[in-house]
T-cell receptor, first 116, second 114 residues
Framework: NAGVTQTPKFQVLKTGQSMTLQCAQDMNHNSMYWYRQDPGMGLRLIYYSASEGTTDKGEVPNGYNVSRLNKREFSLRLESAAPSQTSVYFC???????????????FGPGTRLLVL | AQSVTQLGSHVSVSEGALVLLRCNYSSSVPPYLFWYVQYPNQGLQLLLKYTSAATLVKGINGFEAEFKKSETSFHLTKPSAHMSDAAEYFCAVAGGTSYGKLTFGQGTILTVHP
């Protein structure tokens, strides 16, 4: 079991470029999440998906889009990158089909993104 | 709305000393509380969680936390620090209309000195 995997591990973009961050899980989990981590701010939820075919906005969705491609994969797209999107991005998953408060979320290793 | 405050962005202890990382939460409904640990250049790993079964929760690596409703606190402790405990620790809360969406504190970096 690889758990939650993310690609790439590190990326440098120029302002205005686009890119897609990939996330996959092999735990047969139903719910998946994208967070960004910034110094002194903890992790903030960007988007989540409670089941295949559904997505919902989190706390900081502006400038991002997501796709729940299938049960395993949940991608995050930056259409026109900005320096404010420089961050570490984490994908996570949890078992329940509904997003339940007591569920443990399992995190990937992260993608470090630098936007110049 | 829910929120989490971690008191102290950096905590430094000597090896063998008590570890105490503070977390206070705000929630209008009974909360579910979590502590996650992040080692350098890695993702977050669950240490322990409170789901209303017992107020004293034991986790991995000798850590435990006590839920105190009257103080709205969920502090993380370990009796004796080990060098391998050096990491960043995050407290998080979920519950109510936020469902499973976690709200994280800003994190506390734990340094362990020999």
């Amino acid at each position: 079991n690889a758990g939650v995997t993310q690609t790439p591990k590190f990326q440098v973009l120029k302002t205005g470029q686009s890119m897609t961050l990939q996330c996959a899980q092999d735990m047969n989990h139903n719910s998946m999440y994208w967070y960004r981590q910034d110094p002194g701010m903890g992790l903030r939820l960007i988007y989540y998906s409670a089941s295949e075919g559904t997505t919902d906005k989190g706390e900081v969705p502006n400038g991002y889009n997501v796709s729940r491609l299938n049960k395993r994969e949940f991608s995050l797209r930056l259409e026109s990158a900005a320096p404010s999107q420089t961050s570490v991005y984490f994908c996570a998953s949890s078992e329940a089909r509904r997003v339940l408060s007591q569920e443990t979320q399992y995190f990937g290793p992260g993608t470090r993104l630098l936007v110049l | 709305a829910q929120s989490v405050t971690q008191l102290g962005s950096h905590v430094s202890v000597s090896e063998g000393a008590l570890v105490l990382l503070r977390c206070n939460y705000s929630s209008s409904v009974p909360p579910y509380l979590f502590w996650y640990v992040q080692y350098p250049n890695q993702g977050l790993q669950l240490l322990l969680k409170y789901t209303s079964a017992a107020t004293l929760v034991k986790g991995i690596n000798g850590f435990e936390a006590e839920f105190k409703k009257s103080e709205t606190s969920f502090h993380l402790t370990k009796p004796s620090a080990h060098m391998s405990d050096a990491a960043e620790y995050f407290c998080a809360v979920a519950g109510g209309t936020s469902y499973g969406k976690l709200t994280f504190g800003q994190g506390t970096i734990l340094t362990v000195h020999p």
